[in-house]
């Protein structure tokens, strides 16, 4: 069987970048994107300046490896996880959970995003596959679920899968605004309307945050 593993220079070059992104991502969550240098993220890295130029032309483009690294944690945590609504609910309240635990990531994430919405952005691209498969992935996933009689018969799945984003980013906004806000409960309460499953009720869903 051939080993689809990268090797060599490759599979370096690969592990550098890696280490630097998990370095830039400690040091934006410390100091914020403002105040955080490449000099410090290289260091934390343990590599020149130089070097770290070499794999990200700069800051935003080191930031959008950041943002893409968090995606795909969460999207392969995600796939293990949900197999049902209720899932869906408890996943995606222990997503926002843990977006609160690093709010700076998460006001980094949202700048970001409205700057990247001009064409010319350097992370434009980035953020226009994510949402792009984003709405993919959460409207197969509704297909299946409507399927299976589980979505309200009156919703499109595509429908459902743009509401749901727009939901999820608006809550994160509405959070950093006012810290004392309940937006996991909002959340549940929304897929509470657009599934059938007897089940789906608050006292079966994720516990509310602490604090409120």
Not at 34 to 58: P, V, Y
Not at 70 to 88: A, C, H, I, L, M
Not at 166 to 179: C, V
Request: net charge neutral; proline share 5%.
């Amino acid at each position: 069987m051939t080993d689809a593993m990268p090797r060599g220079p490759y599979a370096k070059t690969a592990a550098r970048r890696s280490e630097i992104v998990r370095a830039a991502r400690d040091s934006f969550a410390e100091h914020g994107y403002a105040k955080a240098s490449l000099r410090n993220i290289a260091e934390r890295a343990g590599i020149t300046h130089a070097g770290l130029l070499h794999h990200f032309r700069n800051k935003d483009e080191l930031l959008a490896a950041v943002l893409a690294e968090r995606d795909n944690e969460e999207w392969e945590y995600g796939k293990s996880k949900v197999t049902s609504p209720q899932e869906v609910a408890r996943y995606l309240g222990d997503t926002l959970r843990h977006h609160q635990s690093s709010p700076e990531l998460m006001r980094l994430w949202i700048e970001l995003a409205t700057a990247a919405s001009r064409p010319g952005h350097p992370a434009h691209a980035y953020f226009a596959r994510r949402y792009k498969e984003g709405r993919r992935r959460f409207s197969d996933g509704m297909y299946t679920d409507a399927g299976t009689g589980r979505l309200r018969a009156d919703l499109k799945p595509e429908h459902a899968a743009v509401l749901l984003q727009a939901l999820l980013n608006g809550l994160q906004l509405q959070w950093l605004l006012d810290e004392d806000l309940d937006i996991v409960g909002p959340l549940w309460t929304f897929l509470s309307l657009i599934y059938e499953e007897p089940g789906n009720d608050r006292q079966a869903g994720p516990e509310t945050p602490a604090g409120e």
